[in-house]
């Protein structure tokens, strides 16, 4: 118990004191990282893919995609956050910038990814329009956000299932309690409403996390 409320707390002055080092460790929490990653690999993008991702934080998810795509450019509001992602990937390329005004021309990209980008923005209309407008026709779009519903009970399981301890188990505690989640039906009308089609879902981390990926018709 005291464990637990070590790390409980070493989370909370991380988030008021140094938000940055809190992001760039959980960032690089096996279960995190690995789920983003899962998630990149699924959309199948192609080798040649310029890929864009928004809120890449400190650019691990933006390493991996630079590794499997032609190129891959991260962007994040946070200029900390740039700092480091180009501190530890100084080859890619990282922007700082904003979801609903993204410095990229129409069209730019081949696909557009971000995760726990749209929970957390008020004008989700205008992020996912931004979205939609820099990625190019016929490519892809996918968001990856925590799943409204998703249990206390259900919590547990999955840190039991993953053998989370310590840090690791109280910074998924911390994501389940205290990041904005949304459901399907909300995220599947705001890409319907922006134009977008051949929408579909999947869940990830047994059903804390959801994506919600569709195509930019030509």
């Known amino acids: 118990m005291l464990e637990k409320i ?7 002055l991380l988030a008021s004191l140094m938000p940055t080092l809190l992001f760039n460790k959980i960032n690089r929490l096996t279960w995190y990282k690995n789920t983003l990653r899962i998630w990149a690999d699924d959309q199948r993008f192609g080798a040649h893919s310029k890929v864009l991702e928004v809120g890449c934080a400190s650019g691990i998810l933006t390493e991996h ?4 795509c032609r190129t891959a450019v991260g962007v994040d509001y946070s200029a900390k956050m740039i700092e480091v992602a180009k501190f530890n990937h100084s080859e890619i390329d990282f922007l700082v910038a904003n979801v609903l005004d993204l410095p990229f021309a129409d069209n730019f990209f081949d696909n557009v990814i971000a995760a726990s980008v749209l929970n957390i923005v008020e004008d989700k209309v205008k992020a996912v329009s931004e979205i939609f407008r820099t990625c190019k026709k016929g490519g892809v779009v996918s968001v990856l956000v925590p799943l409204a519903g998703f249990s206390d009970l259900r919590l547990d399981l999955l840190q039991t299932s993953l053998k989370n301890t310590k840090f690791s188990s109280a910074a998924m505690n911390a994501w389940h309690r205290l990041a904005p989640k949304m459901n399907v039906n909300e995220i599947t009308s705001l890409f319907k409403q922006t134009g977008l089609i051949q929408i579909a879902t999947k869940p990830y981390l047994q059903g804390m996390v959801i994506a919600v990926s569709a195509t930019k018709p030509f």
């Open 6 to 12: 070590f790390y409980r707390v070493q989370i909370i």
């Open 65 to 68: 995609l630079a590794s499997t």
